[in-house]
């Protein structure tokens, strides 16, 4: 049986479990003990004791968990639910060291809780990091994926490096498990261009060895490409150099372990034996490394590994010797797995049976079942222990939605009270505005009511008062129409007289004068022709004003508003009177174009339009 093929599977997937913490990074450990001295905001404190705990997680786990406890005693009076939701994430990571599911369960699920409850975005993306690390490492792929991703959408934008580097590391690990490499090796990169923008060392480190992971894989598909083998080994002395420069501050350097490892692998894989010195400094460095922070495993391999090559040349007992000082470093460490243990007893057994030894083999075989057996009782135990813890934590995520369910029935049903109690305050309002609108609508309809009988009586006097005043104004002006009247009684009569006169005394001039010349007797005879003609137009002046009446006169004035003149109220009394416009001429002694425009400021003045009748209008006024 060859041990080789189970050392390379376990490491091409070991940079995807979670990582196990340096022992004796002293320097950055008292460095963030240092800041928490100095910094007393609650704020600042929570988050820097996370980084503490997690500096602490395989130094003294129990210390990690006790800090993360009292900063969620920090954060407890705090509004903001980022703080909490960070603790209870940072508990979560922690609980599984000591076998807690049930807390671990519990934790995670108040860290979702809380970080429904905070609008930072980081957070919440560190919640479902945590969760979906949580959902991988008990290879529930699909769980992980998803909250992988959710993480990915609070954390797009906010340059927190970091922790998308995770997301992206175990996104390509999840693709891993699923045989999908195509989409491991797409989300690998990514986690390198991250943790290249984070400058974590940790996040370098595991990300130059997932590369060196990934062209590894890509050359055992295709094995004509012997430049993805050179970057795998490229790619992993990266990872073990940034570990070298930076290894006081490193949380992980298991990482560096894993990569050494790997190139130690490939040398003894794919190059020939004259290669051995540089796989077996790469085999030891990782070895060293190994022990330096307890990571029993890699020790374990390590020495599998070099055994590999004693099998190689055929020598046996010197792969036997060394597989047995990997088991007694193994079972120095009270952390290593017996799942370790029962893989190198089965190798002993191969190399024993290799070796014609088959009551060496039994024995070790005896010795692979026994810890195999107790691998497989611990394993049993632990499922046990995480089923129960997954049942309990169903359990209350089942009370938990009916409780929610519960409230979320009660919220509705206060909300249709609160609608029902509003409608009805709404209505209530609604017929108390109605009635007040109503009362003061009759209250106003009342005041014009009364504002009209006012008005109405205010008018009423006011048009008896005008009445009477226009009574007064037609009797002041019937007596100046018949004043004037009289007056030119008076006068008419007085010319008359005078005309008389005048026409005796011309007919006796004419009758004295009978015996002059002809010449002389013309000239008298158109005198008297003329002045009986004037006599004649003294006559028709005098009939004309005879035949005005004062009350047609003063509703002429009426709707002309007093500007009718003298002239304008005689041709009124001649249209009265049916002359004609020529015959008006004649009278008057104008031409007939002079009467056509008197007619027309006459219909101006009376108001009239142009294709109104004067001659009705005047004769409809008599």
């Known amino acids: 049986m060859r041990i080789r093929h189970w050392f390379i599977i376990l490491y091409l997937t070991g940079c995807l479990l979670p990582a196990k913490e340096s ?28 980084r503490l705990a997690r500096a602490l997680f395989y130094k003294d786990i129990r210390e990690a968990i006790q800090l993360e406890q009292q900063a969620l005693m ?9 703080y909490k939701a960070f603790t209870f994430a940072t508990l979560a990571y922690l609980y599984p060291e000591v076998k807690d599911y049930a807390a671990m369960h519990a934790a995670i699920d108040s860290a979702v809780w809380y970080a429904a409850r905070t609008q930072d975005k980081v957070t919440k993306g560190f919640v479902y990091l945590r969760k ?18 959710e993480s990915l959408r609070y954390l797009e934008g906010q340059e927190a490096w970091h922790y998308e580097n995770l997301a992206y590391y175990y996104i390509a690990g999840t693709y891993w498990a699923n045989h999908d490499r195509d989409n491991y090796n797409r989300y690998a990169r990514l986690s390198w261009q991250t943790a290249l923008k984070s400058k974590n060392p940790d996040d370098i480190c595991r990300a130059y060895q997932s590369l060196g992971s990934t062209f590894l894989e890509r050359y055992r598909t295709d094995s004509s490409q012997r430049n993805l083998l050179d970057s795998a080994l490229y ?13 006081d501050w490193l949380v992980f350097r298991n990482t560096a372990a894993v990569a050494a490892l790997n190139n130690g692998d490939i040398y003894f894989e794919f190059y020939p034996a004259a290669y051995r010195d540089s796989a077996e400094k790469y085999i030891y460095l990782a070895l060293n490394i190994a022990r330096e922070v307890r990571y029993p495993e890699v020790v374990a391999n390590s020495y599998g590994l070099l055994s590999e090559y004693a099998i190689r040349e055929g020598r046996y007992d010197e792969a036997e010797k060394i597989l047995l000082l990997g088991l007694a470093r193994a079972e120095e460490d009270s952390t290593t797995a017996d799942f370790t243990k029962a893989r190198l007893f089965t190798a002993l057994a191969g190399i024993a049976e290799k070796s014609g030894n088959p009551a060496k083999a039994l024995r070790y075989y005896k010795d692979y ?3 195999d057996k107790a691998y497989f009782d611990a394993g049993k135990l632990n499922s046990i222990r995480k089923l129960e813890a997954q049942y309990q934590s169903d359990k209350k995520e089942q009370a938990l939605a009916a409780m929610e369910e519960r409230a979320a029935f009660n919220r509705k049903l206060n909300f249709f009270y609160a609608c029902l109690i509003v409608a009805s305050l709404l209505a209530l309002i609604f017929l108390f505005r109605s009635y007040h609108f109503r009362l003061k609508a009759s209250m106003r309809q009342q005041q014009l009511l009364t504002k009209e009988k006012e008005d109405a009586a205010l008018q009423a006097g006011l048009q008896a008062r005008l009445q009477q005043e226009e009574a007064a104004r037609l009797l002041a002006e019937q007596q100046l129409m018949q004043e004037r009247q009289d007056r030119l009684e008076k006068e008419l009569l007085a010319g008359t007289l005078r005309s008389q006169e ?7 001039l004419r009758d004295k004068l009978s015996n002059e010349s002809g010449n002389v007797l013309k000239q008298m005879d158109r005198i008297i022709h003329e002045d009986k003609r004037l006599d004649e137009d003294f006559e028709m002046v005098k009939s004309d004003f005879t035949e005005i009446r004062p009350e047609f006169v003063a509703r002429l004035q009426q709707h002309a508003q007093n500007t009718l003149t003298r002239l304008d109220l005689k041709y009124c009394a001649y249209i009265l009177m049916g002359l004609s416009g020529k015959e008006i001429a004649a009278r008057l002694h104008v031409a007939p174009k002079s009467i ?27």
């Open 23 to 50: 022992a004796g990074q002293r320097l950055l450990i008292d460095s963030l003990r240092h800041e928490l001295t100095k910094d007393s905001r609650p704020e600042s404190r929570i988050m820097t004791t996370a």
């Open 74 to 82: 920090v954060a407890a009076p705090l509004e903001d639910g980022r």
């Open 132 to 149: 979906g690390i949580l959902a991988f490492s008990a290879e529930k792929y699909d769980e992980a994926m998803s909250s992988l991703l």
């Open 235 to 247: 790619y992993n002395g990266l990872s073990i150099g940034v570990a070298g420069q930076q290894k």
């Open 369 to 371: 079942v026994r810890y």
């Open 502 to 508: 005048k026409s005796g005394l011309l007919l006796t």
């Open 596 to 622: 056509r425009m008197a007619r027309y400021r006459l219909k101006q003045k009376l108001g009239l339009q142009k294709e109104d009748n004067l001659d009705g209008f005047i004769r409809g006024l008599a």
